[in-house]
């Protein structure tokens, strides 16, 4: 069987693996199951509390984005970060084989993988399914069209995974 492709988006409170995760976006693009969302804020205390980083630049780089984007941290849907990775991984789990694309090599799919040590969960792909869509994308000469708001993590997903599929079809078959 095909196996799907998800293209994963995070938020989070610092720029390095150890991040605190503010929000999970993922959109499978391709596959059997083409077109399913995932989304859910995520309580940065809880985050915090398993150990997990915030950094001042990043909160203050934060401090400087749109008031739609802001407003995951007063989501009142927010779950706590355990709760969070265990739906997520439920979504993966209902997926074929995924191949997992995040927007850097070592960012979205490194912070959860450290995500899902720090609370003692495994990782619901496997390791060598991890692809880098930054990678990709560097070698498509067209911009990518952003839809809805930047920084939510879904849809940035979303924005990630058109592009992708517009530009570079032949990388994800």
């Known amino acids: 069987m095909t196996p799907d492709h998800v293209m994963i988006d995070l938020e989070t409170a610092d720029n390095v693996p150890t991040a605190a995760v503010v929000a999970i976006g993922a959109v499978v693009f391709q596959g059997p199951n083409a077109g399913l969302q995932f989304y859910t804020a995520v309580d940065l205390h809880s985050c915090l509390a398993a150990k997990l980083t ?58 959860m993988a450290n995500a899902y040590r720090a609370v003692g969960v495994p990782l619901p792909w496997k390791f060598w399914h991890d692809r880098c869509y930054r990678t990709v994308a560097a070698g498509i000469f067209q911009k990518r069209q952003q839809q809805g708001t930047h920084h939510n993590a879904l849809d940035d997903a979303i924005s990630q995974a058109d592009h992708l599929l517009a530009h570079a079809r032949e990388a994800v078959v």
């Open 54 to 111: 915030m950094s001042d630049d990043t909160m203050a780089w934060w401090g400087k984005q749109s008031p739609e984007a802001r407003a995951v941290f007063a989501d009142p849907q927010r779950m706590p970060l355990l709760a969070a990775l265990q739906e997520f991984y439920r979504f993966m789990q209902s997926l074929n084989e995924p191949r997992v694309w995040g927007n850097g090599a070592s960012f979205d799919n490194a912070i």
